[in-house]
């Protein structure tokens, strides 16, 4: 059984232990300490990283009370001096204790209970069996959980059989079994549960708890959220993100939503008014280009006209027996389209050739759309089409 030093401090990062066997497992090799501060990987807690001597350790598990470093070569001597990452160590107590606290609120107002907890380097999350959230839910959870933080109530850990840890007000059914059942008690009864995470000594060492969104799943409520330095990173981003927003806009933070919802109205009408332009002016041009026309083929280049004219210029030809061939040097891209009429189909035709000419795209019989990487070989394909079609 190796002894857990995390158990007796979960802030103690550095140590002085002794090797008990290292294990050969051909690339790797995994060190049996007979104390460890590295936590393993467990309980929805991602494991410790860090070092051992020089070397460092890239995944450390349990198995059988025997905990086991993963590292790729063996330290030397038989006392090896360890030290944890520390801010992970730190983060994953503020993450871990804050769920804690954030399952506590939601059984305190609502009398649901966490099915499912996800500690991860981007986020952290907790499926509530809660079916239907809604907004004032959330933030009434939210006040709660962070009056636990401000209380600064003390957090203690031991150990109990699971006959004397049912007599306990758990928020939660304990699925272990045996005489040796970790629990971990947030003030005289704010929460009892079952855990085998590192959690921080006192509720005001979480610093925040801020959810961040929620969404329906699996019948449940999964929520996002952060804590402590996490919850402030994200905060000051935020902020950040406010403050480019007010000036770019010219308005205080509680009038953004407002200007951006305006400024997306008028958006919306003027894509209508530009696409009833381009509609007119791609008659015009369609017009030109077939009063031009000689013979089976229709190509036109254009320098600076945007992609959806040259779209609607195609549609004006759906019904006629041309080949067309329309293309944008300022967007390197281009339209093939036929009306049916003539044996090729212009996806296949892309399919099968735009690779040689460094092009992208795709479509139907009827009509396809190519992308390129440069001018000249958008002019070479073009060429090409003409050559073979």
């Known amino acids: 059984m190796t002894e857990k030093l995390f158990y007796k401090d979960p802030y103690i990062c550095e140590a002085d232990c002794e090797i008990e066997s290292i294990l050969d497992k051909g690339d790797k090799f995994e060190i049996v300490l007979k104390r460890t501060p590295f936590y393993p990987e467990g309980g929805g807690q991602p ?34 001096k360890c030290k944890v990452d520390y801010e992970r160590r730190v983060d994953h107590i503020q993450q871990h204790s804050g769920e804690h606290l954030l399952s506590a609120a939601f059984f305190k107002l609502f009398r649901v209970s966490n099915a499912g907890f996800h500690l991860g380097e981007d986020y952290v999350t907790i499926d509530m069996e809660l ?37 306990l007000p758990l928020r939660k059914e304990i699925k272990a079994e045996g005489n040796n059942i970790r629990m971990v008690q947030v003030g005289e009864n704010t929460d009892f549960s079952a855990c085998c995470g590192t959690h921080a000594n006192r509720t ?37 993100y406010i403050v480019d927003l007010t000036r770019t806009l010219s308005a205080d933070p509680s009038e953004i939503s407002n200007k951006i919802k305006n400024q997306k109205e008028e958006i919306i009408d003027l894509k209508k008014k530009v696409g009833s332009l381009y509609s007119t002016l791609a008659l015009s041009k369609a017009q030109e280009l077939l009063n031009g026309a000689n013979d089976k083929f229709i190509i036109a280049q254009y320098e600076d006209e945007d992609f959806e004219l040259l779209e609607k210029i195609c549609d004006e030809f759906k019904e006629k027996d041309f080949i067309l061939i329309l293309s944008s040097l300022r967007y390197k891209k281009l ?52 050559e073979n079609l």
């Open 131 to 167: 079916k239907d959230a809604t907004k004032e839910m959330i933030k009434s959870i939210e006040k709660e959980v962070n009056l636990y933080v401000f209380k600064n109530e003390p957090i203690k850990t031991y150990f109990l059989s699971k006959d004397e840890a049912l007599k």
């Open 204 to 240: 005001g060492e979480i610093g925040l708890v801020k959810i961040i969104k929620y969404e329906k799943y699996k019948g449940m409520t999964r929520v996002y959220f952060k804590c402590g330095l996490r919850a402030l990173k994200d905060y000051q981003i935020k902020h950040d």
């Open 335 to 386: 339209i093939l389209a036929q009306n049916g009429t003539f044996d090729f189909e212009c996806g296949k035709i892309f399919k099968e050739t735009l690779k040689e000419f460094g092009g992208k795209g795709g479509g139907n019989a009827k009509r396809a759309q190519a992308s390129f990487e440069d001018k000249n070989s958008l002019n070479k394909y073009i060429e090409y089409l003409k």
């Open 47 to 80: 494991n410790d990283f860090g070092y051992i001597n020089d070397i460092e350790v890239s995944y450390v598990y349990e198995e059988d009370d025997v905990i086991y470093h993963v590292v790729d070569r063996k330290p030397e001597g038989s006392v090896v």
